[in-house]
């Protein structure tokens, strides 16, 4: 396989279609790449959008920068929601988005996350503690998750003894998988992943930059529809979706 056709699997192995479309046969679905820590929102919303529509849409998760380097090499895409400002800046510095539509939508929270009734550390700090931890963070190289995580670690000064026992994962919701499966003892994942089950301990925002997450409409893509989409996001449903699954408003 080479390393494009690799960028691509990571992607579509967890897109996510609506059922039963009430589209005529002749309208393709709306193309919608999505950071994965937004997968609970996107796809209530992905509902919303094709009963008020009448148009089916396909939700393909991924990394915010498995995402992007997709893009780059041209993936058709409509809508790209990013776990980070920094990859929709430079998708727009090459040309990829149309620039008008970009905004942001929201700010992550990172939480340490466990599936089962095992101890739970109160704090990053408390992870060094604990000999053997498996811990399984998004990997740092295209998630922000990860970025943010291994920031966090560094600041409160454990990166470095815990580094043997970190487990990188494609993406957030991967990592979560990760100690879902077992094969790790924790994540340090996004608040939006960790309220559906399992237990958590939210980071302090003070020990990372900002998950200032963005989203805009692709060049090249179906405008009008992808902005419909948007809309939903930034309606008042949209919003309450997204504080309740943990997201913190733009300031």
């Known amino acids: 396989m080479n390393r494009r056709s690799a960028l691509f699997s990571i992607c579509w192995t967890v897109s996510f279609a609506c059922s039963k479309s009430t589209q005529t046969p002749s309208v393709r679905p709306l193309r919608v790449a999505a950071a994965a820590d937004v997968e609970p929102v996107f796809a209530v919303l992905a509902e919303r959008f094709r009963h008020k529509f009448g148009r089916e849409v396909v939700l393909s998760f991924a990394a915010s920068g498995v995402l992007t380097k997709q893009l ?80 966090a670690l560094r600041k409160v000064g454990v990166y470095e003894g815990l580094s043997r026992q970190l487990i990188y994962a494609e993406n957030v919701r991967q990592a979560q998988q990760f100690a879902e499966s077992g094969n790790a003892d924790l994540a340090i994942i996004a608040r939006s992943l960790a309220g559906r089950s399992g237990r958590f301990v939210e980071v302090p925002l003070t020990l990372h930059p900002p998950i200032v997450q963005s989203l805009a409409v692709i060049a090249g893509g179906e405008e009008g529809p992808a902005a419909d989409f948007a809309e939903l996001l930034f309606s008042t449903e949209g919003r309450r979706l997204l504080r309740d699954s943990g997201f913190l408003p733009v300031e």
Do not use: C, M
């Open 72 to 151: 780059e090499h041209g993936a058709p895409f409509d809508l790209f929601a990013s776990a980070s400002s920094e990859h929709i800046e430079r998708l727009r510095q090459k040309g990829r988005l149309r620039p008008q539509s970009i905004r942001d939508y929201a700010r992550g929270q990172l939480t340490i996350w466990t599936a089962g009734d095992g101890p739970l550390p109160l704090s990053l700090a408390a992870l060094a503690q604990t000999p053997r931890l498996r811990i399984a963070v998004a990997n740092p190289e295209h998630a922000p998750y990860g970025q943010a995580a291994v920031t």
